[in-house]
């Protein structure tokens, strides 16, 4: 399982810090690749970013050129995560983000997804 959280109602230029914890899976979520969409409503869903295993991969991250600078994946070992930072937040940025794996070390990651969770919510307003 997946679950996500941090998600909040903030002002323009506020940063936020999402969580993807990993629960009830063999192996802990490093040996994943995990990726980050979102999905704003009326609109189809959009891939955020995608980051590698460290085990037997090199742990990078890739990301939406759009977002590059602005998002940052890293991950917590300790609470078995893959944290999205998101600064300097957008009207254009409010959506459900979640995060999803195929089960695989190397992203990009398919379809069907193995997991995903189902979301936090991201909203900016004034």
């Known amino acids: 399982q997946l679950a996500e959280s941090g998600g909040a109602v903030v002002q323009p230029g506020s940063s936020l810090r999402l969580s993807c914890v990993g629960s009830?899976?063999?192996?802990?979520?490093?040996?994943?690749?995990i990726a980050w969409f979102r999905q704003a409503p009326g609109k189809e869903r959009e891939w955020v970013s995608c980051t590698n295993s460290v085990h037997g991969s090199d742990g990078r991250t890739i990301y939406l050129d759009s977002l590059k600078g602005r998002f940052t994946t890293s991950r917590d070992n300790a609470k078995n995560s893959v944290d999205l930072q998101v600064n300097n937040l957008q009207y254009e940025d409010t959506a459900l983000y979640f995060c999803a794996t195929d089960g695989e070390r190397y992203c990009p990651i398919g379809t069907p997804f193995r997991a995903r969770g189902q979301g936090t919510q991201v909203t900016i307003g004034s």
């Open positions: 009830e899976w063999p192996l802990t979520l490093d040996y994943y690749a």
